[in-house]
């Protein structure tokens, strides 16, 4: 059983283009995450949701916008996508304070 | 500032042999967790080995232990007897309060590690 999966796995669009990457995890975990690792492997926090609400939101540009419609789920839109926004997008969650991230294997977004 | 520092980009080891891969961190939070991720070629965040900041003695999980070095503000992550698979990409990380009750973790860049034959 898969605990936090992602879908898709790989996803190439056109610059302009609006889309999104869905996660869930099975670990009944309230707290979950989204993370951007770029071309030089560099992890940075994006977004982090408890209980569905949102509860950091790192500077991230507007044309992203995560939803979670209950505490097992957190969605990603990105509208409007740029080059730059070629990365890999991980989703994690949480338990307990102490606990590591488990994380989802990761979407691979590019942008041409 | 950063505030997780991994200096070494890359790092060579022959199997069998013991490794030490470096970070060192930066937080005023007198609570907060430690911990390194394995990132294999395959592109998974495994999680290894987490040191909490009142924790006494340094964590070990089979081959991994962790140099816990609170007033140096350093977590190292020692590898014993190496073997191929642990070819990876090693990340440290560092949980601490963003606002009450909740928590950023926090990355390194990463440390490279190529175990030869």
């Known amino acids: 059983d898969t605990a936090v999966s992602q879908t898709p796995k790989y996803l190439v669009t056109q610059m302009g283009n609006d889309k999104s990457i869905k996660c869930e995890q099975n670990l009944g975990h309230d707290t979950m995450y989204w993370y951007k690792q770029d071309s030089k492997k560099f992890l940075k926090i994006m977004f982090s949701?408890?209980?569905?609400?949102?509860?950091i939101n790192e500077t991230v540009p507007n044309r992203f916008s995560p939803k979670s419609p209950d505490k097992a789920h957190l969605n990603l839109h990105i509208n409007s996508l740029e080059l730059g926004d070629s990365a890999v997008y991980f989703c994690?969650?949480?338990?307990?304070?102490?606990?590591?991230?488990?994380f989802g294997n990761g979407t691979r977004l590019t942008v041409t | 500032a950063q505030k997780i520092t991994q200096t070494q980009p890359g790092m060579f080891v022959q199997e069998k042999e013991a490794v030490t891969l470096d970070c060192t961190y930066d937080?005023?939070?007198?609570?907060?967790?430690l911990f390194w991720y394995k990132q294999p070629s395959s592109g998974e965040m495994i999680f290894l080995i987490y040191?909490?900041?009142?924790?006494?003695q340094n964590a070990t999980e089979g081959r991994y232990s962790l140099n816990f070095q609170k007033a140096r503000k350093s977590a190292n992550l020692v590898i014993s007897a190496s073997q191929l698979g642990d070819s990876a990409m090693y990340f440290c990380a560092m949980r601490e309060s963003f606002t009450s009750g909740t928590y950023k973790y926090i990355f390194g860049t990463g440390t490279r590690l190529k175990v030869l034959a």
């Open positions: 949701y408890n209980n569905k609400e949102l509860i």
């Open positions: 937080t005023s939070d007198p609570s907060y967790g």
């Open positions: 040191q909490g900041s009142y924790d006494q």
């Open positions: 994690a969650s949480r338990g307990l304070v102490n606990s590591p991230l488990h």
